[in-house]
Antibody, heavy 124, light 113 residues
Framework: QLQLQESGPGLVKASETLSLTCAVS??????????WGWVRQPPGKGLEWIGS???????YYNPSLKSRITISVDTSKSQLSLKLGSVTAADTALYYC????????????????WGLGTLVTVSS | DIVMSQSPDSLAVSLGERATINCKSS????????????LTWYQQKPGQPPKLLIY???TRESGVPDRFSGSGSGTDFTLTISSLQAEDVAVYYCQQYYTTPYTFGQGTKLEIK
């Protein structure tokens, strides 16, 4: 059974960099049929896609966040990483790691597995 | 960006009755080369991550009860719960994966009347 486990500091100071990791178990992060994505959800609000990465390192980023984010993958550790710079209170959210269905030469499809999420609060 | 708009924002339905949630995209998410609608539905219960219910607008994910069904094409889509159960209380989101950035509807909160 696939498990996605997000982790990272629950509190980040404004203007600093938020760093999260997602440990993937029960499945291979190097599979050719999946991308791996990050999605966030501010408390009591809706879902926002942050970005997605393939095991080769190929990425798609949300243009609204692109200047501040870096998503990477470490296949040897079977984990993903998200870095979001220059954070503000607007970045306070529950951050989810997710698996995304992929077919070669296509844009990745829907998210079929989600981690439980990790709450990050930005303090001033 | 493709804007996804759901209606209503909230909905109260009696147990055993039908619940219908609508989702409209600002542009078509039907890919003409394969005639597939790049639209999915998720269910999110309190304190839980979203759960995939429907993909390709109408394909039910494995293990999802058959009272859940998706329909529609192009820009207008519907999620229907044929006979509401207590465990269906949740927020439901549609999402397009036709193009990046992937975008979600604002969510529809479903409650028991």
């Amino acid at each position: 059974q696939l498990q996605l486990q997000e982790s990272g500091p629950g509190l980040v100071k404004a203007s600093e960099t938020l760093s999260l990791t997602c440990a993937v178990s029960g499945g291979s992060v190097s599979s050719s049929t999946y991308y791996w994505g990050w999605v966030r959800q501010p408390p009591g609000k809706g879902l926002e896609w942050i970005g997605s990465i393939y095991y080769t390192g190929s990425t798609y980023y949300n243009p609204s966040l692109k200047s501040r984010i870096t998503i990477s993958v470490d296949t040897s550790k079977s984990q993903l990483s998200l870095k979001l710079g220059s954070v503000t209170a607007a970045d306070t959210a529950l951050y989810y790691c997710s698996r995304q269905i992929y077919e070669s030469r296509q844009v990745p499809y829907y998210f079929d597995y989600w981690g439980l999420g990790t709450l990050v609060t930005v303090s001033s | 960006d493709i804007v996804m708009s759901q209606s209503p924002d909230s909905l109260a339905v009696s147990l055993g009755e039908r619940a219908t949630i609508n989702c409209k995209s600002s542009q078509s998410v039907l890919y003409s080369s394969n005639n597939k609608n790049y639209l999915t539905w998720y269910q999110q219960k309190p304190g839980q991550p979203p759960k995939l219910l429907i993909y390709w607008a109408s394909t039910r994910e494995s293990g999802v009860p058959d009272r859940f069904s998706g329909s529609g094409s192009g820009t207008d889509f519907t999620l229907t719960i044929s006979s509401l159960q207590a465990e269906d209380v949740a927020v439901y989101y549609c999402q397009q994966y036709y193009t990046t950035p992937y975008t979600f509807g604002q969510g529809t909160k479903l409650e028991i009347k």
